[in-house]
């Protein structure tokens, strides 16, 4: 896959009045970055459950689309690999069964380091889903693992149903 390239680094218009024919195929190869550039949206099909007092990894065995190997729904179906260093925007977002005990906090993590970008519900009820959500722009290593963690401590488990993804936006 071709990586978008400035096309000042091709032509300055300031130092010349002449577009190198480069250029041209370097606008069409940006064009084509930019309409595929690498993604992941994962989900889960089914219920997660979520043990009291305890972080837990966020699965997806389910994909909307992945156009460059960035998640498996065989095996890992915990991680995100980020193949390209870039500022990447990474997102989860999902819902834990009612209940009115506790606490609810999403949190990321890349590379075993947990990031407090998370979200924090600590007023559920009983009628509605508690809904937790993250997005973040970060600047990631190609090979960056991503995972998503919950935790609850409601007493019990508690189901729990999300979707995750990732965009590379620039790469660096």
């Keep these: 896959m071709a990586s978008f390239v400035d096309l000042n680094n091709l032509h300055n218009p300031a130092t010349s009045a002449f577009?190198?024919?480069a250029w041209g195929h370097q606008l069409r190869d940006n064009d084509w970055w930019l309409a595929h550039r690498p993604h992941?949206?994962?989900?889960?099909a089914s219920a997660q459950a979520i043990s009291t007092i305890t972080t837990t990894d966020l699965t997806f065995n389910?994909?909307?689309r992945d156009n460059a190997g960035i998640h498996s729904i065989v095996s890992d179906r915990e991680k995100f690999y980020l193949k390209d260093a870039g500022q990447w925007l990474l997102w989860c977002a999902g819902y834990f069964?009612?209940?009115?005990?506790?606490?609810?906090?999403?949190?990321?993590?890349?590379?075993d380091y947990v990031y407090p970008?998370?979200?924090?519900?600590?007023?559920?009820?009983?009628?509605s889903n508690g809904f937790v959500s993250c997005r973040v722009r970060m600047v990631c290593q190609a090979g960056?693992?991503?995972?998503?963690?919950?935790?609850?401590?409601?007493g019990g488990n508690l189901d729990a149903t999300f979707e995750a993804g990732c965009v590379l936006l620039e790469v660096t």
């Design 117 to 127: 970008f998370g979200d924090f519900n600590g007023a559920p009820d009983s009628t």
């Design 62 to 64: 389910s994909e909307r």
């Design 40 to 44: 992941a949206h994962a989900y889960n």
């Design 144 to 154: 960056a693992e991503v995972r998503w963690t919950v935790y609850q401590n409601s």
């Design 97 to 111: 069964e009612p209940n009115t005990t506790g606490v609810r906090i999403l949190s990321l993590t890349i590379n």
């Design 19 to 21: 577009v190198p024919a």
